[in-house]
């Protein structure tokens, strides 16, 4: 993967039919993991030796990121999403490989932090529900 700035990776929520960047993401991680499920059986012998077979299993797509909101409508709805534990339709850009987009991206996570002087920021994380869309 090229070099990409870390400002580079975009979070937008849709709003009014339109996915809209919520703001300036600070510190970012997008982490996707993938499970397995163990599917050895006594059939999976091989020369008397037994072999694990794994075949996939859970995907799970979290977003952490320390944010600076573009503006009291973003800001709004992704407080509201996170009070009212509903989920939030979300595309992540990831800078020279590609868009996940899913309509379920839940707020796991949301505090504020500001000091005397200078703008409050919110820690959030978002995590994927449901399947995961890759274009």
Do not use: C
């Amino acid at each position: 993967m090229a070099k990409a700035l870390g400002r580079s990776l975009l979070w937008k929520v849709k709003i009014s039919g339109v996915y809209t960047v919520v703001g300036g993401l600070r510190t970012r991680t997008l982490t996707l993991n993938n499970a397995v499920v163990d599917v050895t059986t006594a059939d999976s012998l091989f020369g008397g030796i037994l072999n694990s077979e794994i075949e996939a299993g859970l995907q799970k797509l979290t977003v952490d990121g320390t944010i600076l909101f573009d503006s009291d409508t973003t800001a709004k709805a992704v407080m509201d999403a996170a009070r009212q534990q509903t989920a939030l339709d979300s595309e992540i850009a990831v800078p020279n490989y590609g868009t996940f987009q899913n309509a379920g991206f839940i707020v796991t996570k949301l505090s504020f932090t500001g000091d005397h002087e200078k703008e409050m920021t919110a820690s959030i994380t978002l995590e994927a529900s449901g399947a995961i869309s890759f274009s």
